[in-house]
């Protein structure tokens, strides 16, 4: 039997975070992880680049059923507090569009400074998965590979069952509901969706990619769709695919910024003869352009055109409908949305409101970001706030 100051369950970057924030207080804290090695998520984030934060990451870019919850550890610790320990590792880095932040290297800088920032008396135990976790006498008992560890701060950051192919499983919800905390339902989030029935046409366009404006209710983005085998994906619908729901239409601008009815109208006073294949052409791949047109179905010359069919042709580029029906699930969302019940965490310190020592972070919990740095961001917040009170 060993007793520790904290154990924590799980060594992304949510774990490594709290741990070596915690291991420079002096607290001798074990890190568990059925996995091999730490930090898998993170290596393959952002093409191996990791895409470690993003300069905009505010609470109005997360999701959660209590939208004020994260405010306060996004508040302490900051992008610019993570980008502070990224320069003092002396790792080069570049920002792209839209506040994302990448490594110039490798993924593998980012893990190897949270490593370097765990003490000695901050312990891993790798490739061995927790066989039972209890609680008693204010410690929690939790049994590795047949030996138990104590400690009266628990830290629950196995993340969500995102990329289960990277060993990830729900499992933190198990043991949420062991401790009688709710669970909002979990879902596939940042995926791409798929579509059926007379969309499956679409599918013929698998590989283009063009500059859209998604809308899904109240929510829009600006960025690029691309058209795959099995439905749509893309910066624009990974981010709409967050807010989604089965049964709902997605609205797809093909011509952001545009007034899409006047474009039309301008190139038939301008150009009579022409069809609107080569006019859309002048503005989308041609291939999308070809499609599109047929499904218009205005054959005619442009000059032959009524405006109001021209009107009305804008009008359908502006907001085209698809139905998706479904996604491609977790094997291929980025992230989790939903999780544990932010109702039964503190905002302060992450930790169960009626158990104080148990804490839960990153992923697994209710709050989900935007594509682009911000699921990182909260796993470091929520990571440093834990770190700094177990």
């Given amino acids: 039997m060993f007793n520790h100051d904290a154990i924590i369950i799980g060594a992304g970057a949510a774990g490594l975070m709290a741990a070596g924030v915690a291991g420079q207080r002096d607290r001798r804290v074990l890190v568990v992880d059925h996995a091999d090695e730490p930090g898998k998520k993170i290596l393959i984030s952002g093409g191996g680049r990791c895409n470690f934060t993003n300069v905009g990451a505010k609470a109005d870019r997360y999701i959660s059923h209590n939208p004020h919850f994260m405010k306060s550890a996004l508040g302490r610790f900051t992008a610019d507090d993570f980008i502070a320990m990224v320069d003092a590792a002396g790792i080069a880095w570049h920002e792209k569009t839209l506040g994302q932040l990448f490594c110039d290297g ?39 590979n047949g030996v138990d560890h104590l400690a009266p701060s628990l830290v629950i950051a196995t993340g969500g069952p995102s990329i289960p192919k990277m060993g990830a499983t729900g499992y933190a919800y198990d043991l949420a509901r062991q401790f009688g ?87 038939k006073q301008a150009r009579p003869r022409a069809l609107l294949p080569a006019v859309l052409g002048d503005h989308l791949p041609q291939r999308l352009a070809s499609v599109l047109a ?54 302060r310190n992450m930790a169960a409101r009626h158990l104080p020592g148990l804490h839960f972070i990153g992923e697994g919990v209710d709050v989900t970001g935007w594509l682009g740095g911000y699921n990182f961001q909260w796993a470091w917040a929520s990571g440093w706030v834990v770190g700094m009170e177990i």
Avoid at 108 to 126: E, G, T, W, Y
Avoid at 127 to 137: E, K, L, P, R, T
Avoid at 197 to 219: I, N, Q, W, Y
Avoid at 312 to 335: D, I, M, Y
């Fill in 294 to 347: 047929e499904r218009l179905n205005l054959p005619r010359e442009l000059g032959n055109l009524p405006d109001k069919a021209l009107r009305s042709a804008g009008q359908q580029l502006s907001g085209w409908a698809f139905h998706p029906n479904g996604t491609e699930g977790f094997a291929k969302a980025e992230v989790t949305i939903g999780g544990i019940d932010t109702a039964g965490l503190s905002s």
């Fill in 181 to 267: 905390l709710k669970v909002v339902e979990p879902r596939p989030a940042l995926v791409p969706l798929t579509l059926g029935g007379e969309e499956l046409l679409f599918r013929d366009l698998s590989g283009v990619a063009t500059m859209t404006r998604v809308s899904c209710g109240k929510a829009m983005f600006e960025e690029a769709s691309l058209f795959t085998h099995r439905g749509l994906s893309g910066p624009a619908i990974l981010q709409i695919s967050s807010y989604w729901r089965h049964g709902q239409p997605i609205a797809i601008d093909f011509l952001p910024g545009e007034d899409a009815g006047a474009l039309l109208i301008a190139a």
């Fill in 106 to 144: 490798s993924a593998r800088q980012i893990v190897d400074m949270l490593l370097r920032a765990c003490p000695p008396h901050v312990r891993f135990s790798f490739g061995h998965g927790v066989s039972a976790i209890s609680h008693a006498d204010g410690r929690f008992r939790v049994t590795i």
